[in-house]
C-alpha cells in the first residue's frame, strides 16, 4: 500500500462515527449529570453562604459521580476507537480477499483423499426440497354479561284548596345474557413440497484400480450449491457474533460483507457436474472418461469431494473445503492490522 492510501485510512480511523450500541453500554449519562448538578449545588451554597457542611456533602458527592460519569464517557471513546479501527481494518481485508479468485478455497490440504483414473459406476442426485403450508379451522366462542339496575323518584304536587301530594318510588331490576358463535381462524394443515431444481447433491460410486493394480470402490458424495452456501454463510455469522453483532462496527462490517462473501465463494459447478456425470452413466462402460477426484475423507473409501475433473479437462469445483482457513487468515490480518495502527507503529513508519 503507498503511503497517501494509508496516511488517509489512518485519518479515518481516528476520526470515528457515532458510539456502536457496544461502546455506549460503558457510559453514565446519569452519574454525570448528577454530578454536575450536585457540584453546581455546591458552588451556589457556598456563594450563597449557606450550610458548609451541606456544600461539601453536595460538592464530594458530585465529583464522585462527575468522575464515575467522565471515566464511562473516556471508556465508551476507547471502545469505539478500537471497534472503529477493527472494522476499518476487516473491511479492507474483505475488500483484497473479494479482489482475488475464489480458488483458494479449492486448494489442497495436507492429507487429501485423491482418486486417479477412475470411471463411474452409479450416480444419484439428491435435491432439496421446500415446503409451504398453510393452517385453517373454526374457533367456537361464548360471551356472558350480566348485570343490574336500581332507580328511584319522587313527586310533589299541589291542588286546589293548598292540598298537596307526595309520590315516591323505587324500581330495581337486573339483566343477564349469552352469546355464542363462531369465529374463522387458521388452524388446519395444508403444505406444498416443492424441489429446488437446482439445489441438487451428488451421490455417486466410482471405481479405481489400488496401489496394486486391483479395482475398488470410492463414493464420492457432495453438498447442494444452497447447504454449501448455508455452510460458509454459517462461518460468517459465527465471525460476526464473536465481534459481537450489530451491537459494534466490526461485526455490523463482517455482516454486511456476508453476502458478498458467500457469492463470491459458493460452488457453482455441482449441477453442471451431475450433469456431466449422469451423461457418462449413459455411455457403454468401456467408452466412460476417466475422472480425477478430490476432497476429505470421511470414511474407508468415502469422501466429500472438493473438485471433479473429466476427461483430463480443468476440474469443476464442488466444495470450498478450505474456506474457512482463507477467510480466517484474512479476519486474522484484519485483526493484526488495527492493533499495529492503534499502537503508531505504522504511523511512525510514515514519518
Known amino acids: 500500500m503507498t503511503p497517501q492510501p494509508l496516511l488517509a485510512y489512518i485519518r479515518a480511523m481516528t476520526n470515528p462515527p457515532s458510539l456502536s450500541p457496544a461502546a455506549r453500554s460503558f457510559q453514565r449519562r446519569k452519574h454525570l449529570g448528577w454530578g454536575i448538578a450536585l457540584v453546581a449545588l455546591a458552588l451556589l451554597v457556598v456563594l450563597a453562604d449557606g450550610p458548609i457542611a451541606l456544600g461539601a456533602l453536595a460538592g464530594l ?30 473491511a479492507g481485508q474483505f475488500e483484497q480477499l473479494l479482489s482475488h479468485d475464489g480458488g ?47 332507580s328511584g323518584s319522587v313527586g310533589v ?25 363462531l369465529s374463522n381462524v387458521e388452524l388446519g394443515l395444508s403444505s406444498t413440497t416443492r424441489n429446488d431444481l437446482m439445489g441438487d447433491a451428488l451421490f455417486s460410486v466410482f471405481e479405481a484400480p489400488d496401489a ?39 461485526g455490523a462490517t463482517v455482516l454486511g460483507f456476508g453476502p458478498r462473501i458467500v457469492s463470491h465463494f459458493v460452488p457453482k459447478d455441482i449441477s453442471y457436474v451431475t450433469d456431466q456425470l449422469r451423461a457418462q452413466q449413459n455411455r457403454d462402460r468401456s467408452e466412460r472418461e476417466l475422472i480425477r477426484i478430490r476432497g476429505t475423507a470421511v470414511g474407508r473409501n468415502a469422501m466429500i469431494a472438493t473438485c471433479l475433473s473429466v476427461g483430463g479437462r480443468p476440474e469443476l469445483r464442488l466444495m470450498p473445503i478450505q474456506f474457512p482457513a482463507v477467510y480466517g487468515e484474512a479476519v486474522a490480518r484484519g485483526i493484526a492490522r488495527a492493533d499495529t495502527a492503534l499502537n503508531g507503529v505504522v504511523a511512525n513508519e510514515l514519518r
Request: aromatic letters at 6%; hydrophobic letters at 40%; glycine letters at 14%.
Open 61 to 90: 458527592l458530585g465529583v464522585v459521580l462527575l468522575a464515575v460519569g467522565v471515566i464511562g464517557e473516556q471508556k465508551a471513546n476507547a471502545y469505539n476507537r478500537r471497534d472503529w479501527a477493527l472494522a476499518e481494518s476487516l
Open 104 to 150: 483458494t478455497a479449492y486448494g489442497g490440504a495436507q492429507g487429501e483423499y485423491r482418486v486417479q483414473n477412475a470411471r463411474l459406476v452409479e450416480i444419484e442426485r439428491h435435491f432439496d426440497s421446500q415446503t409451504a403450508g398453510a393452517i385453517t379451522g373454526v374457533l367456537h366462542h361464548q360471551l356472558r354479561m350480566f348485570g343490574s339496575t336500581v
Open 157 to 181: 304536587g299541589t291542588a286546589v284548596g293548598n292540598r298537596s301530594a307526595v309520590g315516591a318510588s323505587v324500581s330495581s331490576g337486573s339483566f343477564s345474557g349469552l352469546i355464542n358463535g
Open 212 to 250: 496394486n493394480g486391483r479395482l475398488d470402490t470410492h463414493r464420492v458424495v457432495s453438498m447442494s450449491q444452497p447447504g454449501a452456501a448455508g455452510w460458509i454463510n454459517d462461518v460468517v455469522q459465527q465471525t460476526a457474533q464473536r465481534f459481537d453483532g450489530q451491537r459494534t462496527h466490526s
